[in-house]
């Protein structure tokens, strides 16, 4: 079973930073894409910003400038740098990856259980 495990959520004051991070456990053959969404209270689930294997990024335009995604493939995992945090980024924060376990199975996306950002202002 692949599950995929985050950290880095907390309290921050507005113009602060945090660092998310998000890696899969399990026995996995390749992970392909990754990325963040978000979810505030009431609203849709967003996109944050996503990036392939090859290392293509793309940020929503709410983010841009302010956040970076980046990826170790040695360790499978992604990391979401958010500087200059606003209030309106308050949100729970879920990762996502496509990952196929074998090399015969589907790529299939796998998301983490989210984590907390707060920020204050």
């Known amino acids: 079973q692949v599950q995929l495990v985050e950290s880095g959520g907390g309290l921050v004051q507005a113009g602060g930073s945090l660092r998310l991070s998000c890696a899969p456990s399990?026995?996995?053959?390749?992970?392909?894409?990754m990325g963040w969404y978000r979810q505030a209270p009431g609203q849709q689930r967003e996109s944050v910003a996503t990036i392939t294997d090859g290392g293509t990024t793309n940020y929503s335009d709410s983010v841009k400038g302010r956040f970076t995604i980046s990826r170790d493939n040695a360790k499978k995992t992604v990391y979401l740098q958010m500087n200059s945090l606003k209030p309106e980024d308050t949100a729970v924060y879920y990762c996502?990856?496509?990952?196929?376990?074998?090399?015969?199975?589907?790529?299939?996306?796998?998301w983490g259980q989210g984590t907390q950002v707060t920020v204050s202002s």
């Open positions: 996502y990856a496509d990952i196929k376990r074998t090399f015969a199975t589907p790529r299939l996306d796998y």
């Open positions: 399990g026995i996995i053959f390749r992970v392909d894409a």
